[in-house]
């Protein structure tokens, strides 16, 4: 390092700093014992290491431990080429020349192996002109401080952390319960910064709900878990959990505020709210239904049961308290009677019970001894819990009881209607065998009255008796057969006589029988017959009868200068389709019941026209189903009745 030159300024300085200022005239430049030079010369040497360099950074003076310090200071070989003897630093010469002001620096050493934390002061020295003349300077070991500004700075960090990751804010206020810290959480309870709530009061924040404890300047008294309501930045009530305790200073024992905890228990409350409200829904709801509910925890003892089920098992009622078992209720309830089922074999009855309690299926019904009924409807849950729910089915078995009876009057009555259906079907077969021989003598006799076999009759007027007689007979015996027709189909006894019939043909011999008839009432006669038409397999006699009941009854509800028009054809299904309709009176929507039934008749002046039993349509249609055809009725009041009668198509003989 540079040696300041004799006669410098740094010289003078140098040379007081050593020798103290001059001395008195012939006292030369040694110090006098107890001089106050020599006092600050020995104060210098116990201070800070200290030192005084020139302006280039040459070492002008520095004290004893300025030179302990640099000796003990390890460095490496360029860091002792470029400070020289010294420690100082050439940052620090170069910025107090530049900045002509003090300045502080820091930095780390290595001391006997071990770091140490150094921090200087530097300062520039004027001389009397105000010149710069040189530069002071005073080292302090801060290790220690540095230390503990390290430990405070590492405990800073982990409150820090601990109060970010912890999920209540932590919070600090003074005297005046104004805010001097709170933690970052906050901002995910409030939405506001910490630093927005600083020097704001708690009070103003929120207010404390009920009459728990909560800070106090006059009590001063710690408090945990009292509710802060609170308004958040974006307008929703928000309810905090608060707990703090007091702050006293460590020296003087003044209050000096609060510091706690709080938590954000708004959705645990709401949770709670809903959870409460739904466990009450659902009381009510199993309280109000109108089935008896009870839950068996999955050791079998009642967790719950509404009044519907004690009110069904009134004997046991006052066992029914939670944690009672399955099995105990039962048997009380057998024992006392409760069970109709269970009388005379309790033990039986209650191991049954449980077997089907333990692993339940379908359900079953049960019957009380008061006569009552309940269906039995146990499930089993995940958690192995038990639902059980009774029904009271009294009702359903009473209707069922008396279902049961009036299907078994009704099925007695079927049998008796059988038996009477039976005994007509035979009287009328009977009857009519019996009114056949004598009609058959009439009619035979008439015809040969009629007919003057034997010789004339004489009277004229004889003769029209006589014809009256045999047209009276032939009426009588074509009403007996179709009677007996009918009780034949009723009893399902008619049979087929299967062959080939001549549809066309059988239309046209039908027609000529009628043809009389419908010329005495001038009705005329229409024919539309499909050409080709296939032949039919069918009874010949009974499809006749089909065409003849038909046109006779159109024939006869058809007023003068009306027509009966008769169709044959084969539709696009291949059913073979006869229809004759009419221009006549027409049958009533209400009235096509009445004519469907066997003797049903509707009540008619034109009706009457001519007399009936009411049994052409009801034998049709038995005729055209044993055919397993089809007949389909149509009608209106004044406009005339059409009937078609529909063969299957399997029924219909292709040509060759």
């Known amino acids: 390092m540079r040696k300041a030159?004799?006669?410098?300024?740094?010289?003078?300085?140098?040379?007081?700093?050593?020798?103290?200022?001059?001395?008195?005239?012939?006292?030369?430049?040694?110090?006098?014992?107890?001089?106050?030079?020599?006092?600050?010369?020995?104060?210098?040497?116990?201070?800070?290491?200290?030192?005084?360099?020139?302006?280039?950074?040459?070492?002008?003076?520095?004290?004893?431990?300025?030179?302990?310090?640099?000796?003990?200071?390890?460095?490496?070989?360029?860091?002792?080429?470029?400070?020289?003897?010294?420690?100082?630093?050439?940052?620090?010469?170069?910025?107090?020349?530049?900045?002509?002001?003090?300045?502080?620096?820091?930095?780390?050493?290595?001391?006997?192996?071990?770091?140490?934390?150094?921090?200087?002061?530097?300062?520039?020295?004027?001389?009397?002109?105000?010149?710069?003349?040189?530069?002071?300077g005073i080292y302090f070991d801060v290790t220690r401080e540095h230390l503990i500004a390290e430990r405070a700075e590492q405990i800073r960090d982990r409150f820090d952390d601990i109060t970010?990751?912890?999920?209540?804010?932590?919070?600090?206020?003074?005297?005046?319960?104004?805010f001097t810290y709170v933690s970052a959480r906050v901002m995910e309870v409030f939405g506001l910064h910490p630093r927005l709530l600083l020097g704001t009061n708690l009070f103003d924040l929120g207010a404390f709900a009920g009459e728990g404890a909560c800070p106090d300047r006059a009590t001063r008294t710690p408090f945990r878990d009292a509710m802060f309501h609170v308004t958040a930045s974006d307008g929703g009530r928000r309810l905090c959990r608060m707990s703090g305790m007091p702050i006293f200073d460590a020296d003087t024992g003044a209050f000096r505020g609060y510091r706690g905890t709080g938590s954000d228990i708004t959705a645990q409350i709401e949770a709670e709210e809903r959870a409460t409200s739904a466990q009450t829904r659902l009381a009510h709801a199993i309280e109000s239904s109108s089935e008896a509910f009870a839950l068996f925890d999955r050791h079998d003892r009642l967790v719950i049961c509404n009044g519907r089920f004690r009110e069904y098992?009134?004997?046991?009622?006052?066992?029914?308290?939670?944690?009672?078992?399955?099995?105990?209720?039962?048997?009380?309830?057998?024992?006392?009677?409760?069970?109709?089922?269970?009388?005379?074999?309790?033990?039986?009855?209650?191991?049954?019970?449980?077997?089907?309690?333990?692993?339940?299926?379908?359900?079953?019904?049960?019957?009380?001894?008061?006569?009552?009924?309940?269906?039995?409807?146990?499930?089993?849950?995940?958690d192995g819990?038990?639902?059980?729910?009774?029904?009271?089915?009294?009702?359903?078995?009473?209707?069922?009881?008396?279902?049961?009876?009036?299907?078994?009057?009704?099925?007695?009555?079927?049998?008796?209607?059988?038996?009477?259906?039976?005994?007509?079907?035979?009287?009328?077969?009977?009857i009519s065998h019996e009114l056949r021989t004598p009609l058959n003598a009439i009619i035979g006799f008439s015809e040969i009255i009629r007919d003057e076999m034997f010789g004339p009759i004489g009277s004229e007027q004889y003769k029209d008796y006589i014809k009256d007689i045999h047209d009276s007979g032939e009426h009588l015996y074509s009403l007996i057969n179709d009677v007996l027709d009918v009780s034949k189909a009723e009893a399902g006894k008619l049979d087929l006589a299967e062959g080939e019939v001549d549809v066309a043909d059988t239309i046209a011999r039908c027609l000529r029988l009628v043809k009389e008839r419908?010329?005495?009432?001038?009705?005329?006669?229409?024919?539309?017959?499909?050409?080709?038409?296939?032949?039919?397999?069918?009874?010949?006699?009974?499809?006749?009868?089909?065409?003849?009941?038909?046109?006779?009854?159109?024939?006869?509800?058809?007023?003068?200068?009306?027509?009966?028009?008769?169709?044959?054809?084969?539709?696009?299904?291949?059913?073979?389709?006869?229809?004759?309709?009419?221009?006549?009176?027409?049958?009533?929507?209400?009235?096509m019941a009445a004519v469907m039934a066997p003797f049903g008749q509707v009540d008619s002046t034109l009706a009457r026209r001519y007399e009936g039993t009411g049994l052409g349509l009801p034998l049709t249609k038995s005729l055209v189903d044993l055919h397993d055809g089809e007949l389909d009725l149509s009608s209106e009041v004044g406009h005339g009745t059409t009937v078609t009668v529909r063969f299957p198509a399997a029924r219909v003989i292709a040509e060759d």
């Open 518 to 591: 419908a010329e005495r009432g001038g009705v005329t006669l229409v024919v539309e017959i499909a050409d080709h038409l296939p032949r039919l397999r069918a009874d010949e006699r009974k499809v006749k009868q089909i065409l003849i009941n038909l046109l006779s009854n159109a024939v006869k509800f058809t007023p003068e200068d009306g027509s009966v028009t008769t169709t044959a054809r084969i539709e696009r299904d291949g059913r073979l389709a006869i229809g004759v309709a009419d221009t006549g009176i027409g049958i009533a929507q209400k009235d």
């Open 385 to 430: 819990s038990t639902v059980c729910l009774r029904t009271d089915i009294t009702a359903l078995k009473e209707r069922e009881e008396a279902l049961r009876r009036a299907e078994e009057t009704s099925r007695e009555a079927r049998e008796a209607a059988e038996v009477a259906n039976r005994a007509k079907s035979e009287f009328l077969a009977n």
């Open 164 to 178: 970010r990751l912890v999920s209540d804010w932590v919070w600090e206020v003074d005297a005046a319960f104004n």
């Open 313 to 382: 098992h009134p004997k046991i009622a006052d066992l029914m308290e939670p944690g009672v078992p399955f099995e105990i209720l039962i048997r009380a309830g057998a024992e006392r009677g409760e069970f109709a089922d269970a009388e005379g074999r309790v033990e039986d009855w209650v191991a049954a019970e449980l077997r089907r309690h333990k692993e339940p299926g379908a359900p079953y019904e049960l019957r009380l001894e008061d006569g009552r009924w309940l269906k039995v409807s146990d499930r089993r849950t995940d």
């Open 5 to 136: 030159g004799p006669g410098t300024a740094g010289d003078r300085v140098v040379q007081e700093l050593r020798t103290g200022p001059p001395a008195s005239a012939g006292g030369g430049n040694r110090i006098e014992t107890g001089s106050p030079a020599g006092f600050e010369h020995a104060l210098l040497n116990q201070s800070a290491p200290t030192y005084l360099a020139g302006l280039a950074g040459e070492l002008l003076y520095a004290n004893d431990a300025y030179r302990e310090l640099a000796d003990a200071i390890e460095r490496t070989g360029d860091d002792r080429e470029a400070r020289g003897d010294g420690i100082i630093s050439a940052r620090a010469i170069d910025r107090v020349v530049g900045e002509r002001d003090v300045i502080e620096l820091d930095e780390t050493v290595e001391i006997a192996g071990k770091a140490r934390h150094l921090r200087s002061r530097h300062f520039p020295i004027f001389d009397d002109d105000g010149a710069l003349a040189a530069i002071g």
